[in-house]
């Protein structure tokens, strides 16, 4: 009787693990279509954000010539000029704040760089006599910091 009851037991405890097996593995696999689901939200949410930056900035930016940036910011005292300076500031502005994401993971790094990073890094160095001068008048933070940082982070991932 008593081997009959060790059996069972015995019969029991292997019952136990392999259930505790199979619901690892369950919760294992569950966990990884979850993170394969947020990575592809996280990849769609920024390459449209990223195609609304193109469509709305980076087209604008481009149409700016090569060293005409820093005329803007040599004229300031002409007022068709200021005018642009501004519209130059905006268009910094909005890149700054997609910057942000990505540097926050709203957005995702790898694909913002596949989709344009190089291009992002050529917009900063040309619109860096605005922030210079921005960042000459500025009383408190520095403007345009986190664009700073996804530049330099997307310099650095070319240069490997």
Do not use: W
């Not at 060293?67 to 004229?75: H, K, P, Q, R």
């Not at 005018?83 to 913002?112: K, M, P, Q, S, W």
């Not at 860096?128 to 345009?144: F, G, H, M, Q, T």
């Amino acid at each position: 009787m008593e081997s009959i009851t060790l059996f069972f037991t015995a019969i029991a405890a292997i019952s136990a693990a392999v259930s505790a097996i199979v619901s690892a593995v369950q919760v294992r696999r569950t966990r990884s279509v979850q993170e394969q689901i947020a990575n592809k939200t996280l990849v769609s949410s920024t390459i449209a954000a990223f195609n609304d930056l193109q469509e709305q900035v980076l087209d604008k930016m481009v149409s700016y010539k090569d060293g005409e940036v820093s005329t803007y910011v040599d004229s300031l005292d002409q007022k068709d000029v200021r005018d642009i300076y501004d519209a130059c500031r905006v268009l910094l502005a909005r890149c700054e704040h997609f910057a942000v994401g990505v540097n926050c993971g709203v957005y995702d790094f790898d694909t913002t760089y596949k989709l344009g990073g190089m291009h992002l890094v050529y917009l900063y160095k040309k619109f860096l006599p605005i922030i210079e001068n921005v960042r000459n008048d500025a009383k408190s933070d520095l403007p345009y910091s986190e664009f700073e940082k996804l530049y330099e982070k997307m310099f650095k991932k070319h240069c490997e």
